[in-house]
């Protein structure tokens, strides 16, 4: 499917830019968008990668990741059947929402580029997405996140009275587009179009194995002899180290949530937020703070060489990086003509007539046809929606509420899948694209049933 939406945007982009007149902007967004996922994009990612595929290294050789799984094992084994309950991939997935859920964006890629590539270990098919990739992109393109910081920092810069009001819709929107995306990633497998093939999986299972380097062998007989290695018990003092700084954190938490206790001044910002605002912050601020000073001290008083593992597991950062810019040029590339062309414009004026029917506000549209191709672009619309209409308006709360509760859907699926070499997506896209409509139509009937 995403052969024919590539080919599809590409081409219409052509059209519509020279029925328009606007082939050279055509011509110079795609140039542009290439520069930007190979400059921008990609070599940005290498120091994040590498510093969060290090601590990943470090919590899998300290039993982190499999004690993660282990603990949520019911719930995990109901949504990825396919998946060993104690395989590595169970825990990366854990995290990567964890990250997720608080806003950890910067945490929380790394660690879903992890997660495919340990789902990507047990594909017997390379090349073609797994019923578990699948659903795992379905959950990530759903924009699982307790609290939607860029859109509550948008509406207040602009004065909103109430800036995090939108706090509660995003939730529930953002839950009903990962179960309906979940339960249509479900579906859609089952589905004879989207079974996998087989023999070509196979075929093509034998040609990389057949380039499989002796070092690229020997460095995953290492890995998994790693694995097998059973880890050193902690001593008695290292519990006591490990309780100690638990409860310095624990004491940080509860000086950000309640400063008067503690005779601090309360700053502006944190005496207009309700207690549950100030908890989610906190828990936000505190996290990669915590995550990068506990996952290597656990890992030391577990006896594990804390700087050998993290260096050979931030070794993959820049080789995942790479790998991943063809995959982005193809997208960000065909994306962006489009957008030049003016085929969102013409897109909006072609459906305005039938939302105007059911009641959609078409104000909104543009915003929702960019938000699954582009970040920016997507925020820019709704940054205009918040000048426009005032940061307190029904248009502005629901743009807030959608951009909170949804993803780039196509970034997502380019990004994650070309980490790992997928071309066949099967049903990934319409899982994600799923989330993405149920959000908005969650998004508009309950704002309108809130602040309406």
């Known amino acids: 499917m995403l052969n024919y939406i590539w080919l599809g945007l590409m081409v219409c982009a052509v059209l519509i830019g020279g029925w328009n007149g606007q082939l050279k902007e055509v011509a110079d967004k795609s140039l542009e968008m290439a520069n930007t996922a190979v400059v921008t994009i990609s070599f940005a990612l290498i120091g994040v990668m590498a510093l969060w595929l290090g601590i990943m290294r470090l919590a899998e050789r300290a039993g982190l990741v499999a004690l993660l799984a282990r603990a949520l094992r019911p719930l995990m084994r109901r949504i990825f059947p396919e998946v060993p309950p104690e395989h590595p991939a169970m825990g990366s997935m854990l995290m990567n929402i964890a990250a997720n859920m608080l806003g950890l964006g910067n945490a929380a890629t790394p660690l879903g580029l992890r997660a495919m590539k340990d789902l990507e270990s047990l594909n017997k098919n390379p090349g073609t997405a797994t019923n578990a990739m699948c659903t ?74 057949s380039l499989l380097t002796p ?174 209409f005032g940061p307190d308006s029904l248009i502005a709360r629901m743009a807030g509420t959608i951009y909170g509760s949804t993803e780039t859907t196509f970034y997502v699926l380019a990004v994650y899948f070309g980490s790992v070499a997928i071309k066949r997506t099967r049903h990934a896209l319409l899982a994600g694209l799923t989330a993405d409509f149920v959000s908005v139509v969650v998004a508009v009937t309950v704002c309108r049933i809130i602040f309406g």
């Not at 699982?144 to 929107?173: D, E, H, R, Y």
């Not at 709704?382 to 000048?387: A, I, Q, R, Y």
């Open 136 to 209: 795992f992109l379905a959950i990530n393109t759903s924009g699982i996140q307790l609290i939607p910081v860029t859109a509550i920092a948008i509406l207040a810069a602009n004065k909103s009275t109430n800036p995090t009001a939108i706090v509660g819709t995003s939730i529930i929107c953002t839950a009903c587009a990962a179960v309906s995306g979940v339960l249509m990633a479900k579906f859609l497998s089952k589905l004879p179009m989207f079974r996998e093939k087989a023999e070509s999986g196979k075929r093509e299972a034998e040609k990389n194995q």
């Open 215 to 388: 070092a690229a062998a020997n460095e995953k007989d290492r890995v998994a002899v790693q694995e097998a290695a059973t880890l050193q018990p902690m001593q008695w003092w290292g519990g006591v180290i490990i309780a100690s700084f638990l409860l310095f954190f624990v004491f940080l938490f509860l000086r950000m949530v309640f400063p008067e206790t503690f005779g601090l001044p309360i700053p502006a910002d944190t005496a207009k937020q309700n207690i549950f605002i100030r908890i989610v912050s906190a828990v936000s601020l505190l996290s990669i703070p915590f995550l990068l000073s506990a996952i290597p001290l656990f890992a030391l008083l577990r006896r594990v060489k804390v700087y050998e593992e993290f260096v050979d597991g931030a070794k993959e950062g820049f080789d995942v990086a790479i790998r991943i810019i063809p995959y982005l040029v193809a997208m960000l590339v065909a994306v962006g003509m489009f957008r030049a062309a003016g085929g969102i414009d013409l897109f909006s004026r072609a459906l305005s007539p039938v939302l105007n029917l059911v009641g959609f506000p078409t104000d909104l549209l543009p915003m929702v046809l960019v938000r699954p191709l582009s970040g920016s672009g997507s925020l820019g619309f709704f940054t205009e929606l918040v000048k426009q």
